[in-house]
């Protein structure tokens, strides 16, 4: 079975831009949550979708914006970049509520 | 959401047992204590889950003690590959559990040949 798979691995936007990033969670889970790592600090929580529906949200600014589709599958919106949104974004997927979850291997955004 | 704390880095070698502690002082009765591997360019993986006594399997093993506010994760016999940050998290399971994750600066293990 495939795993959690993010798009693209790797991108770079200058200041202002705004960024779409895509994630298909694993077949059969409908709990998609969204982690923003920089360098060197653990990964911090910016969204969690459940059934298409907004279950919980990180401390990031209104510019941080999701959806999750029927197929589970889910878009990270990023208006108005700054150069500190430069980081390693992830995508986890779990079957509901769970601490069990399963990582992408991330998108690399880079801001200029 | 129980804070964690444990520390920053450790070393070890081939072969070695390496225990990695972290502490939760304020660990609620409903929370699970969970640890993720992570190596560089990677996301997170999950490793083991416990909420008291001893977990194991085929991987590594989890000593949670009676008071709960301590745990230890047990890797045996690491190797090389076995260098990444480990994170030690501590959630409730419940129906208010939004299956946030709350990561720390987690524990770098370097493993020397």
């Known amino acids: 079975d495939a795993g959690v798979t993010q798009s693209p691995t790797h991108l770079i936007k200058t200041r202002g831009q705004q960024v779409t990033l895509r994630c298909s969670p694993i077949s059969g889970h409908k709990s998609v949550s969204w982690y923003q790592q920089v360098l060197g600090q653990g990964p911090q929580f910016i969204f969690q979708?459940?059934?298409?529906?907004?279950?919980g949200r990180g401390n990031f600014p209104d510019r941080f914006s999701a959806r999750q589709f029927p197929n589970y599958s889910s878009e990270l919106n990023v208006n108005a970049l700054l150069l500190g949104d430069s980081a390693l974004y992830l995508c986890?997927?779990?079957?509901?509520?769970?601490?069990?979850?399963?990582f992408g291997q991330g998108t690399r955004l880079t801001v200029v | 959401l129980a804070k964690t704390t444990q520390p920053i880095s450790m070393d070890s070698y081939e072969g070695q047992e390496v225990n990695i502690t972290c502490s939760h002082n304020?660990?609620?009765?409903?929370?699970?204590i969970t640890w993720y591997q992570q190596f560089p360019s990677q996301g997170p993986r999950f490793i083991i889950q416990?909420?008291?006594t001893k977990v194991t399997n085929e991987v590594a093993s989890l000593f949670i003690p009676a008071d709960r506010k301590s745990s230890t994760l047990s890797l045996p016999r690491v190797s090389l590959s076995d260098t990444a940050v480990y994170y030690c998290l501590v959630g409730d399971h419940g129906s208010s559990n939004t299956g946030k994750l709350i990561f720390g600066q987690g524990t770098t293990l370097q493993v020397k040949p």
């Open positions: 979708y459940y059934e298409k529906e907004e279950r």
């Open positions: 986890a997927s779990s079957l509901r509520f769970s601490f069990e979850a399963f």
């Open positions: 416990g909420y008291k």
């Open positions: 304020n660990i609620a009765t409903n929370d699970y």
